[in-house]
């Protein structure tokens, strides 16, 4: 297929493009505006058989650029941080709404297949049992809000317009090149460092984990097999409390559990999420990897590929993480 790919050069995006490259032999354009969460290293594996422009989704010209030639957009293009959605909002409407609208639009004018790469945290919080595709909708966080929205909007423009759309909605995802302002990578950085590891409140929320490759297959699967207008939950295998991840990590690193320091709570934080993705498996995805051997994958590679993540660790995340946890990282 002929693809543009917003986001391509984030932690999932560039996953995502390395597949369709390398086992489906797509044509990638990949529209990124390379945020701090952006990085042209992300993409260097296939830098060569790829389109790549710079811009931002929000901005209707960048979007024209880069659209021209594809069958279909797939948005992974997102603000995607819950604490940063709470310190600095704004920016999140930006992209995640207006951005998702723009595509929209561009989706529309040239009657493009339309993906839209959503997330578990539309549906807010869940004490038992597992979200459908059917339950209702309540975001907790402006990142989940402007996610949510965004998602009315692509199913708005299935029925106004009758555009080929379809949603696809992950659990945490984890594995190599992730962010270190997330979870586990956070925690393999600052255990490799020997740095202090800030679990929020009692840490026994519990989270759905997915890992990267097994998300972006399901994308693909939601691209080739999805039925226009509908949404289809992408849920990891298993679910874990954020301490027993981290307290896994320190087994894993070979750190101390004494680094493990409870820290104020995040503001409006969900307890649990959890998805059912029998609506996904019926289009033939499964998930792969369990968590127990894709966390050992994930510190494994975070440990053996330092050139990737010790300019993030020298540069503006510095000053993130101070700000954000009070104290400054170790050296
Ligand atoms: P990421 O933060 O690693 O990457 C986001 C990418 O979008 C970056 O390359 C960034 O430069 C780009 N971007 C940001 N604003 C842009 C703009 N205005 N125009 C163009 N590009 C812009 O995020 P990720 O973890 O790879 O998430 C990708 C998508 O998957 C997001 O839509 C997110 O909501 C969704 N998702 C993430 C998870 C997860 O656990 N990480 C789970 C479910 C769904
Ligand atoms: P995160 O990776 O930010 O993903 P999300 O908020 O989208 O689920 O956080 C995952 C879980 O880990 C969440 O319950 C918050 C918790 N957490 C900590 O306890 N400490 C941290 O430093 C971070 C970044 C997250």
């Not at 650029?65 to 941080?81: L, S």
């Not at 297949?113 to 909708?137: C, K, M, N, W």
């Not at 975001?139 to 009315?152: E, I, M, R, V």
């Not at 709570?265 to 649990?272: E, L, N, S, V």
Request: net charge negative.
């Amino acid at each position: 297929m002929r693809l543009l790919v917003c986001g391509g050069a984030g932690f999932i995006g560039s996953t995502f493009v390395e597949l369709r490259v390398r086992e489906h032999g797509d044509a990638v354009t990949v529209l990124d505006r390379l945020t701090y969460a952006g990085r042209p290293e992300n993409l260097r594996e296939v830098r060569d058989e790829i389109r790549f422009v710079q811009g931002a989704i929000e901005d209707p010209a960048a979007v024209a650029d880069a659209v021209a030639g594809a069958e279909a957009i797939v948005n992974f293009a997102a603000e995607t941080h819950v604490d940063r959605s709470i310190a600095e909002p704004f920016a999140f409407s930006v992209t995640n709404g207006q951005g998702t609208h723009v595509l929209l639009e561009a989706a529309r004018e040239r009657s493009l297949r339309y993906v839209q790469v959503s997330t578990d945290e539309v549906y807010g919080s869940i004490e038992s049992g597992s979200f459908t595709e059917a339950s209702p909708l309540a975001p907790s966080s402006p990142y989940s809000a402007t996610k949510t929205g965004a998602d009315l909007l692509v199913c708005s423009y299935f029925h106004t317009y009758g555009l080929e759309t379809a949603v696809c909605r992950g659990s945490n995802n984890y594995g190599p090149r992730q962010y270190p302002e997330k979870l586990i990578p956070l925690m393999i950085l600052n255990a490799l460092a020997g740095d202090h590891l800030p679990v929020y409140g009692d840490g026994r929320n519990v989270r759905n984990w997915l890992h990267v490759e097994d998300f972006s297959r399901g994308i693909g699967h939601v691209l080739a097999h999805g039925i226009p207008g509908e949404t289809y939950n992408c849920g990891g295998p298993d679910e874990c409390e954020n301490v027993d991840v981290v307290k896994r990590i320190v087994a894993l690193t070979g750190a101390d559990e004494s680094l493990i320091e409870y820290v104020t709570d995040r503001p409006g934080h969900d307890r649990r999420y959890s998805l059912l993705s029998e609506k996904l498996q019926g289009l033939g995805w499964t998930a792969r990897m369990r968590f127990d051997d894709g966390l050992e994958q994930t510190v494994r590679w975070y440990t053996e590929n330092a050139w990737w993540w010790e300019p993030i660790r020298s540069g503006a995340y510095r000053d993130y993480y101070e700000r954000h946890y009070g104290r400054a990282l170790k050296a």
